[in-house]
């Protein structure tokens, strides 16, 4: 904002104006208080002489009038009432000059006021019933005006000006300055108030009121938080249900195919076998919508891990049994090439999770053509321990990668992988990836996705704890 426009150039510019206003009037009652000062004091010296020379029965000549002119420093005269004007015998030829238009003025001006005019003051007082005494003048300059009571009086106005916009500026400008300075944390809930707020003026309702738009900025995100957490769940509720649907009516079919005594639906050519296809089919299915619902319940009802040491090898080969017959159907061949004897701190139930997920996405990847899903391990702390430079590996880690030779990520799916309901599968529910990112996320570590020349990748990143290093280490030797 330029600082033309801004309430502190304001409030100086009026403030400068009443500053400046302020002196010349009191410059002004200065003058006129010097002026009137003067005139009584040239009105007391008037009377004063006028009875001194009635005291004295001094008499009224001319003689007399210009000893008393000597003596004051002023021009004075002795007015009859018959003849005023005999009594200023220049008066006439003075007439053409502003002395004589001031002091013919004088002479028929009332008596005991000061009369000003044209650069001259007169006064007149009677002596008695016929003779009054004129003293006349020329007006005294203002020089007077600029002593010290001038400045003092000036001084004293000026201090009080600068208290008085210090006070403008604490109780008006720095209060509104705070509150616009607290405007962009607005929705920050825990905010200490502004002390503001405890005034009774203006002020304190603006600040009053800028705590109720908090609190129902906070309120109104609560309930949009709410409303997108209830819209969230219906979503997957109902993908959910589209998704458990399948293995429900194959579970369904296997089912009633035992009821009636026959194992397995026969191949053409076949004899009925024992049953172990049926059971397992129906143990894959169930571990599907086990899956789901373990999805389901963690984005619902997310908690932190359970952690406690596990084998990452283990928690792989698991998966790869659970998902064998859907990479079988699909033409995916699985290489497993982790090896046992890893521990690390981890929730086994859902870092297993985290790696069904996974292999899921690759086996449907590549479900039309097939393929190969190759699934690795390292451990970082390792190359750490066998001379790797310190500052290669700052924080050692286990990284579990999947490469599966399906079309790769796109550009929108290496953009928005994590995000909640993005898919670009068929059908698809779109919280997969999601979850398996807030699993890695919840144990410290991260979810990584790119392509390479065959495919896709998916990289684990998880900590490993100051022990594991250490067990991991005893193990390798």
């Known amino acids: 904002m330029p600082f033309r426009h801004s309430l502190v150039f304001r409030l100086a510019a009026v403030f400068l104006g009443f500053v400046v206003t302020g002196s010349l009037g009191v410059v002004a009652w200065l003058a006129y208080e010097e002026t009137h000062e003067s005139h009584a004091a040239f009105a007391a010296v008037a009377r004063s002489n006028a009875h001194f020379v009635r005291s004295q029965h001094l008499p009224p000549s001319a003689r007399t009038a210009e000893a008393l002119g000597e003596v004051l420093g002023v021009e004075a005269y002795f007015l009859h009432g018959s003849d005023p004007l005999s009594a200023v015998p220049d008066a006439m030829t003075r007439l053409g000059s502003w002395e004589g238009k001031s002091l013919s003025e004088a002479i028929i001006f009332p008596a005991g006021v000061v009369r000003a005019r044209h650069g001259a003051e007169s006064v007149k007082v009677p002596i008695d019933e016929e003779v009054s005494l004129l003293l006349f003048r020329i007006a005294p300059s203002a020089g007077g005006l600029w002593q ?242 310190p500052s290669a590996i700052r924080d050692p880690s286990f990284v579990i990668s999947f490469a599966d030779t399906g079309p790769g990520f796109s550009t929108a799916a290496l953009a928005h992988h994590a995000e909640l309901f993005f898919s670009e599968k068929e059908g698809g529910m779109g919280i997969g990836l999601n979850v398996t990112a807030e699993i890695l996320r919840a144990h410290g570590g991260d979810l990584r996705v790119g392509n390479f020349a065959g495919g896709a990748v998916v990289t684990f990143v998880l900590p490993l704890a100051a022990d594991t290093k250490s067990e991991t280490r005893n193990q390798k030797s």
């Open 148 to 389: 010290s009571r001038t400045f003092a009086v000036l001084g004293s106005f000026w201090l009080l000006s600068l208290a008085l916009a210090w006070a403008l500026a604490r109780g008006i400008v720095r209060p509104l300055r705070s509150l616009a300075q607290r405007l962009p944390r607005i929705a920050d809930e825990n905010a200490a108030p502004p002390p503001e707020a405890a005034r009774t003026d203006e002020i304190g309702q603006l600040a009053r009121a800028y705590l109720d738009t908090r609190t129902a900025l906070a309120d109104e995100r609560r309930a949009r938080q709410q409303a997108e957490r209830l819209a969230t769940l219906g979503r997957m509720a109902t993908g959910l249900a589209h998704e458990i649907n399948n293995p429900v009516t194959a579970i369904k079919l296997h089912a009633q195919l035992l009821e009636a005594g026959i194992a397995e639906i026969p191949a053409p050519g076949s004899h009925v076998g024992d049953g172990t296809d049926s059971l397992a089919i129906i143990l894959a299915e169930n571990a599907k919508i086990e899956a789901l619902v373990n999805q389901w319940m963690f984005l619902a009802r997310p908690q932190p891990p359970q952690t406690s040491p596990c084998d990452p090898a283990e928690l792989i080969a698991s998966a790869i049994r659970i998902h064998a017959p859907a990479a079988a159907h699909a033409g995916v061949k699985i290489v497993n090439e982790t090896q046992p004897g890893c521990r690390i701190s981890a929730d086994a139930r859902r870092l297993g999770q985290a790696i069904g997920n996974v292999i899921v996405n690759a086996i449907q990847a590549m479900a039309a053509n097939g393929g190969t899903l190759r699934i690795t391990a390292k451990d970082e702390a390792e190359n750490s321990a066998n001379g790797t430079s």
